[in-house]
């Protein structure tokens, strides 16, 4: 069986001691991932994660840096690669669209002091999230993340 591999852009935006989250809610339980998603055609990937904090925010962002790199090679139909970039909050975007993902319940923002313990996914983003934001070393490839993995809590 072949599978597409999906290359996403995602948004880390920090305000305050705070870290944007979309939230999601399956009727059962609540949990947290970061803006962003797909990279359309002809969309270079920092233009990637600006639309998509605004489709699903309503926040207008300036992408910066590239922090880190996951993966996500099973649980899902295909192979998941998300580039995780730091963006700078710019202000909210009255006339933006709001496209919601399938779930999203609404958006947070979530103290980062005690993110490693937040329902928050890929969990492998949680403690370097942290380290970044503490000004401690952290890695940029953060490896796959499998189905079942240990929850980051340390």
């Known amino acids: 069986m072949q599978r597409t591999i999906r290359i996403s852009a995602k948004a880390v935006v920090i305000r305050d001691g705070k870290l944007l ?12 991932i970061l803006p962003g998603g797909g990279q359309d055609e002809e969309e270079i990937l920092p233009q990637t994660v600006e639309r998509e904090v605004r489709e699903e925010t309503r ?16 649980g899902e139909s295909f192979h998941r690669v998300d580039l995780v970039f730091l963006c700078e909050y710019l202000s909210e975007a009255k006339s933006a669209t709001l496209h919601r993902d399938t779930n999203q319940s ?3 923002w979530l103290e980062l002091a005690a993110l ?20 401690k070393e952290y890695a940029k490839y953060l490896g796959n993340e499998e ?3 240990p929850e980051c809590s340390e």
């Open 116 to 135: 490693n313990r937040l329902p928050l996914y890929p969990s492998k983003l949680r403690r370097p999230i942290m380290n970044f934001y503490e000004g």
């Open 59 to 74: 926040f207008e962002v300036t992408c910066k840096d590239l922090l880190f790199v996951i993966e996500g090679v099973h």
């Open 147 to 149: 189905i079942g993995d």
């Open 21 to 32: 989250a979309v939230k999601l809610n399956d009727g059962n339980e609540e949990w947290y």
């Open 106 to 108: 609404g958006v947070a």
